[in-house]
């Protein structure tokens, strides 16, 4: 595959350059424009919006759909998820859109997640006392296991039930385009794992999030079912793996800059401001939710075609020299403006729970261990291969155990 050009622009979104130095090529693309045309792995063309500003912008432009009945496209997405997991909020416009994150928002409480936290630092504290060595895979032992309790709790999904869902995760998410059919195999165990515990809720309801969803689609017709299952998956894929390489990578970026780490140890540098940084500096989830332009749309000197697929890069906004000093250096110090979880009537509601998790892991693991430094040299951290995350495979680091009292 083709490395970036003198113009700035990418073959594919899974071109060896984007993979390999992701923030190396998109600051190509920033210099000659803000938006680049691409392809997705699908092969179908793509708009790919690079800079800041025009990010922010599209990210809350009601003229870019996220309703895929608006696409305009050579053929059905190979990749396309089936019709019982897709009625859920990132396939939506107003105002049924409107409607479901009302709903989602009345359960999905920043008090429900408040409660949460004791429990969050247990299981943390859990994890590295009985999985943690001398030398370790801390995503393994760490990043991994605690996003996918946790979301399990909040929802309500005994821990027998968990063991097949990070295997589906890690498919749905695999880059390659031969990976359409396993996505598909993938998609239909998770469709009928939630289908079964959501009769389980409606025969035995508890405190949690898919009790009072069911108890909603049931009681109050607030939602279809085609709706309650899109939003059970999606609440456990997406509240699971982005907190999973927000983890992993805010734990790598001190990491590389022990000075920062050393901040944290003495509380000179806030946790939350490590968290908000990562965000920034290495998201977790690199392009917005794709959306579909409803007329053509000027950005620049370039006019996106109505029915486009555009892709928002978070990725590259971030690190927007026309919007950040030192955009490539990582700073605690400096205002949270990033674009890591959205803009405008679709801002992700998972983020308070992201970030305690986040805030929380790193301050236990550092708690735990007065040493703690990378087992290998940095450029030989293995990526995941993915335009959908970015993420590493593992994190070997060395430990040391602070002595207790």
Same mark, same amino acid.
């Given at each position: 595959?083709?490395?970036?050009?003198?113009?700035?622009?990418?073959?594919?979104?899974?071109?060896?350059?984007?993979?390999?130095?992701?923030?190396?090529?998109?600051?190509?693309?920033?210099?000659?424009?803000?938006?680049?045309?691409?392809?997705?792995?699908?092969?179908?063309?793509?708009?790919?919006?690079?800079?800041?500003?025009?990010?922010?912008?599209?990210?809350?432009?009601?003229?870019?759909?996220?309703?895929?009945?608006?696409?305009?496209?050579?053929?059905?997405?190979?990749?396309?998820?089936?019709?019982?997991?897709?009625?859920?909020?990132?396939?939506?416009?107003?105002?049924?859109?409107?409607?479901?994150?009302?709903?989602?928002?009345?359960?999905?409480?920043?008090?429900?997640?408040?409660?949460?936290?004791?429990?969050?630092?247990?299981?943390?504290?859990?994890?590295?006392?009985?999985?943690?060595?001398?030398?370790?895979?801390?995503?393994?032992?760490?990043?991994?296991?605690?996003?996918?309790?946790?979301?399990?709790?909040?929802?309500?999904?005994?821990?027998?039930?968990?063991?097949?869902?990070?295997?589906?995760?890690?498919?749905?998410?695999?880059?390659?385009?031969?990976?359409?059919?396993?996505?598909?195999?993938?998609?239909?165990?998770?469709?009928?794992?939630?289908?079964?515990?959501?009769?389980?809720? !409606? +025969?035995?309801? *508890?405190? %949690?999030?898919?009790? $009072?969803? &069911? @108890?909603?689609?049931?009681?109050?017709?607030?939602?279809?079912?085609?709706?309650?299952?899109?939003?059970?998956?999606?609440?456990?894929?997406?509240?699971?793996?982005?907190?999973?390489?927000?983890?992993?990578?805010?734990?790598?970026?001190?990491?590389?800059?022990?000075?920062?780490?050393?901040?944290?140890?003495?509380?000179?540098?806030?946790?939350?401001?490590?968290?908000?940084?990562?965000?920034?500096?290495?998201?977790?989830?690199?392009?917005?939710?794709?959306?579909?332009?409803?007329?053509?749309?000027?950005?620049?000197?370039?006019?996106?075609?109505?029915?486009?697929?555009?892709?928002?890069?978070?990725?590259?906004?971030?690190?927007?020299?026309?919007?950040? !000093? +030192?955009?490539? *250096?990582? %700073?605690?110090?400096? $205002?949270? &403006? @990033?674009?890591?979880?959205?803009?405008?009537?679709?801002?992700?509601?998972?983020?308070?729970?992201?970030?305690?998790?986040?805030?929380?892991?790193?301050?236990?693991?550092?708690?735990?261990?007065?040493?703690?430094?990378?087992?290998?040299?940095?450029?030989?951290?293995?990526?995941?291969?993915?335009?959908?995350?970015?993420?590493?495979?593992?994190?070997?680091?060395?430990?040391?155990?602070?002595?207790?009292?």
């Amino acid at each position: 595959m083709s490395s970036t050009n003198r113009t700035g622009s990418i073959s594919s979104l899974l071109s060896e350059a984007l993979f390999a130095d992701p923030h190396g090529t998109y600051a190509q693309l920033r210099e000659t424009a803000p938006v680049r045309r691409t392809v997705t792995p699908d092969g179908e063309p793509v708009w790919l919006i690079t800079r800041y500003a025009e990010a922010r912008a599209a990210l809350a432009d009601p003229r870019l759909s996220l309703n895929k009945a608006n696409a305009k496209t050579s053929g059905e997405y190979k990749s396309s998820m089936p019709p019982e997991l897709d009625a859920h909020l990132l396939n939506m416009d107003p105002p049924d859109h409107t409607r479901l994150r009302r709903l989602v928002t009345t359960v999905f409480t920043p008090r429900r997640i408040a409660i949460l936290r004791d429990r969050i630092q247990t299981m943390a504290a859990d994890l590295l006392d009985t999985e943690v060595g001398p030398c370790t895979d801390l995503m393994q032992t760490l990043a991994l296991p605690l996003p996918m309790g946790v979301i399990c709790e909040l929802l309500g999904i005994p821990g027998k039930d968990r063991h097949d869902f990070r295997a589906w995760t890690d498919t749905l998410l695999s880059p390659s385009p031969e990976s359409a059919t396993n996505s598909r195999a993938a998609m239909r165990q998770m469709h009928q794992f939630l289908t079964g515990v959501i009769q389980d809720k !409606r +025969s035995h309801p *508890a405190e %949690d999030l898919l009790s $009072a969803l &069911t @108890h909603a689609r049931d009681e109050r017709e607030a939602l279809t079912e085609q709706e309650l299952l899109s939003l059970a998956f999606l609440t456990l894929f997406a509240g699971y793996d982005n907190a999973v390489h927000l983890i992993g990578n805010a734990t790598l970026g001190l990491l590389l800059h022990p000075e920062v780490m050393d901040g944290v140890r003495h509380h000179t540098v806030p946790i939350r401001a490590v968290v908000e940084e990562t965000l920034r500096w290495n998201p977790p989830f690199p392009l917005g939710v794709r959306r579909f332009a409803l007329e053509d749309i000027s950005i620049g000197d370039t006019v996106i075609p109505t029915g486009s697929r555009v892709w928002v890069s978070i990725a590259s906004a971030n690190r927007d020299e026309r919007e950040f !000093r +030192s955009p490539d *250096a990582f %700073d605690p110090g400096r $205002a949270p &403006t @990033h674009l890591a979880f959205g803009h405008g009537i679709h801002y992700c509601l998972g983020a308070p729970l992201a970030r305690l998790e986040a805030e929380i892991a790193i301050q236990t693991l550092l708690e735990r261990f007065p040493v703690l430094e990378l087992a290998v040299p940095a450029d030989e951290l293995q990526w995941w291969p993915s335009f959908h995350k970015r993420g590493l495979q593992s994190l070997p680091v060395r430990t040391q155990l602070r002595e207790r009292d």
